[in-house]
């Protein structure tokens, strides 16, 4: 309807409910995480606390929802940080970023009155990129400093921090990253299937007006190897060709021009990056 006119689009998903498709991915971090949330069971079985998840796979897949999800999940603030944000020109400037992140986090959440963080640093790699011989002393002071914060992190503390890392170049990361205790849970996020990608349309046509023969099936059918970014940037387009045309719905052939039009948008990004 008109009246969402120039409010900012809600992108913030809190639920699971919310990231369509990725059924084993959403499963594999509530089990994870379920481990934060019954606390006294893992200590009373000795078992290791969960520090770090990380989630890998191709771009716009849902990582970050997935991230957002987990803080609602376990009733935590949610801070997030790109590992870009931590490449400097000076030595040490990184590693202090490092410490304010963590810093940060524990606060955001006393003020909040929640007794956990979940923190998500969006290309990990960037950071946690492997060491070569003292080449990058700068990404290394960095590194360490997330491992040593990694390292720090207790249980009985409070609030407990949980540090999500996603990456899709997972066999870029220093394997100190990946050792037990630091990101020791790794779940993939891939592309979409067919029941994936009708998912994902549906969850993003739920403010648009589609027309009654719109038939989504077949929609995700010709959406083959597309993410999920890419499917809400469809029924986006869908949405402007249906308003330049005046239509009162989204019909099957905006959904189809609206499929060219993000194809072809790749392929632009693509040689202008060539
Ligand atoms: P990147 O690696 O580029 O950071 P990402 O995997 O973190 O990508 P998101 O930021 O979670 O991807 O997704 C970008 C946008 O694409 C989301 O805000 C959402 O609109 C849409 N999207 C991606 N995956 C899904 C999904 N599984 N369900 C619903 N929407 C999705």
């Known amino acids: 309807g008109g009246e969402r006119k120039g409010k900012p689009r809600p992108t913030t998903p809190l639920s699971f409910e919310e990231i369509g498709g990725q059924e084993r991915a959403k499963q594999e971090i509530i089990e994870a995480l379920d481990f934060l949330v019954h606390e006294e069971q893992i200590s009373k079985f ?43 020109m000076y030595v040490g400037v990184g590693a202090s970023r490092i410490r304010d992140m963590f810093k940060e986090a524990r606060q955001k959440a006393m003020k909040a009155g929640k007794t956990s963080a979940v923190l998500f640093i969006d290309e990990i790699d960037v950071i946690g990129g492997k ?41 870029m990361l220093d394997s100190a990253l990946l050792r037990p ?71 099957q052939r905006h959904l189809s021009m609206a499929i060219d039009k993000v194809l072809m948008g790749e392929q632009t990004d693509r040689e202008a990056t060539k």
């Open 46 to 88: 000795g078992i290791r606390p969960l520090k770090g998840i990380l989630l890998t796979g191709p771009p716009g897949t849902g990582k970050t929802l997935l991230a957002k999800a987990a803080a609602h999940y376990t009733d935590s603030v949610y801070i997030a940080a790109s590992g870009s944000e931590f490449v400097e």
């Open 131 to 171: 060491r070569d011989g003292g080449q990058h002393r700068e990404y290394d002071q960095t590194l360490n400093q997330l491992l040593t914060e990694m390292d720090g992190i207790h249980t009985a503390e409070s609030p407990k921090i949980l540090i999500i890392g996603a990456t899709n170049r997972k066999e």
């Open 181 to 251: 205790g630091r990101f020791d849970r790794h779940i993939g996020v891939d592309l979409p299937d067919k029941k994936g990608r009708k998912h994902i349309l549906h969850i993003h046509a739920r403010n648009k007006p589609l027309h009654d023969e719109v038939n989504l099936e077949k929609i995700a059918e010709e959406s083959f190897g597309f993410s999920g970014a890419q499917l809400e940037s469809v029924m986006n387009e869908a949405a402007i060709y249906a308003m330049r045309d005046t239509s009162e719905s989204l019909t």
